[in-house]
C-alpha cells in the first residue's frame, strides 16, 4: 500500500473514531444528571475519551504519510459518518424508553452537508508555506493567552444562552477553539523534537503543557454542548471550527497561503461562507428535546398508585391501557 492510500486509510478510520465518540458523548448528556465531576464515574464517557484518543493518533499518524492538505478535508467527514451512525444507534436503542435516540431530521442532514462541504473546499485551498518556521516563545504565550481567553468568552457566553441548541453551538465553538490551537502547538512540539541545525527541544514542554490543557478543555466543553442540542449542530460547530483555526493561526503565524491567489482567495471565502450557512440552518432549526412525561392516573385500587400521582409513562403496564391519563402541559417540550 503506497504512503498515500495508507494516509487516506487511516484519516477515514480516524473520522470514524471521532464520529463514535461524538455519539457516545451525546448519548453521555442526554441521561446525565449531575455535573462534570459524574463524567469520571461514567464508563460511556470514557470509552468516548477512548476512541477521540484513538481518533487523534490516527490523525497524527495520517499527517506523518500524507500530506496536510488531503488529511484535513478527510477530517471534516467526522460528521458525515456520525449522522448515519447515530441513526443506527437510534433504531437500536428505540427500546430504552424517551429520549433512547434521535435520528437526524432532513434539515440537519442539509445542514451537516453544507458545513463540511464549505469546510473541505475551505482546507483544499489552503496549502503549506514554502519555508515554514516556528513561532518564538513570545508568540507561542500570546497565542495561549488569546486561545484561553476567547474559550472564557465563549463559556461565559454560553452560561447566559437560553436557547439548548444555540448554547450548545457555542459551547463547541469553544471546543473547537480549543482543539484548533492545540494543533497548533503539537506541530510546534513535533518540530521541536526535531534534531536540526538551530533548533533545540526548550519548547518541547511548554508546547506539550498548553497542548494538554487545551485538549482537556476542549473535551469538556464539547461534551456539555450535547446537552439539549442533539448531535447534529455541535458535531458540526466542532468539526468547522477546529482546522478553521488552526488554517487561521497557519496562515498568521507559518506563512500559508491560499493556492491559486487571488481567485483562490475568493473561492476560500465562498466555501467560508457555506460553511457558515450550515451551520446556520442546524442552529435555527427546530428540534424537539425530549422529556420524560407525567401522567395522572385517575382511579385507584390495592395495585395501582394514588389518584393524582405523577408517574413515569413509561411505568404505566400495557395490560392497564384502559386508564385514563393525562398529559401535564410542558411534559413534552418541543422546539428549541
Known amino acids: 500500500m503506497s504512503s498515500l492510500a ?10 470514524v473514531a471521532y464520529a463514535a465518540a461524538a455519539i457516545v458523548q451525546e448519548r453521555v448528556a442526554v441521561g446525565a444528571s449531575g455535573g462534570p465531576s459524574s463524567l469520571l464515574r ?25 500530506p496536510l492538505s488531503l488529511v484535513q478535508p478527510l477530517g471534516a467527514l467526522t460528521i458525515v459518518f456520525a449522522l448515519p451512525m447515530a441513526a443506527l444507534f437510534a433504531r437500536g436503542a428505540v427500546r430504552a424508553g424517551p429520549g433512547a435516540g434521535r435520528v437526524a431530521d432532513p434539515a440537519a442532514w442539509r445542514g451537516a452537508l453544507s458545513a463540511t462541504a464549505g469546510l473541505a473546499g475551505l482546507l483544499a485551498l489552503t496549502g503549506p508555506a514554502a519555508d515554514s ?14 486561545a484561553f481567553g476567547a474559550i472564557a468568552v465563549l463559556f461565559l457566553l454560553a452560561r447566559r444562552v437560553r436557547r439548548p441548541v444555540l448554547r450548545g453551538v457555542v459551547l463547541a465553538a469553544g471546543s473547537g ?11 510546534i512540539a513535533a518540530e521541536a523534537l526535531e534534531v536540526l541545525p538551530g533548533r533545540g527541544t526548550s519548547g518541547l514542554l511548554p508546547a506539550v503543557l498548553v497542548t494538554a490543557g487545551l485538549a482537556v478543555t476542549g473535551l469538556l466543553m464539547s461534551q456539555a454542548s450535547y446537552r439539549g442540542a442533539g448531535l447534529a449542530a455541535p458535531l458540526a460547530t466542532v468539526t468547522v471550527v477546529n482546522p478553521v483555526v488552526a488554517a487561521a493561526v497557519g496562515i498568521g503565524l507559518f ?14 471565502l ?7 450557512a450550515g451551520l446556520v440552518l442546524l442552529t435555527t432549526r427546530r428540534q424537539p428535546v425530549p422529556v420524560p412525561a407525567t401522567v395522572l392516573v385517575s382511579d385507584r385500587d390495592a395495585t395501582r ?24 402541559p410542558g411534559a413534552v417540550a418541543g422546539g428549541s
Open 270 to 276: 465562498v466555501c467560508g461562507a457555506v460553511a457558515a
Open 255 to 268: 506563512d500559508e497561503r491560499f493556492r491559486f491567489g487571488t481567485a483562490g482567495t475568493a473561492l476560500a
Open 177 to 187: 477553539v480549543a482543539f484548533g490551537v492545540a494543533s497548533v502547538f503539537t506541530k
Open 42 to 66: 461514567d464508563v460511556r464517557w470514557w470509552v468516548a475519551v477512548g476512541l477521540s484518543g484513538v481518533g487523534g493518533l490516527l490523525h497524527v499518524v495520517a499527517l506523518a504519510y500524507g
Open 133 to 146: 518556521r516556528p513561532p518564538d516563545a513570545d508568540v507561542r504565550t500570546v497565542l495561549a493567552a488569546v
Open 6 to 15: 495508507l494516509s487516506v486509510l487511516l484519516s477515514l478510520v480516524s473520522a
Open 305 to 328: 398508585p394514588e389518584v393524582g400521582e405523577r408517574i413515569d409513562v413509561g411505568a404505566v403496564p400495557r395490560a392497564r391501557a384502559h386508564l385514563e391519563v393525562e398529559v401535564r
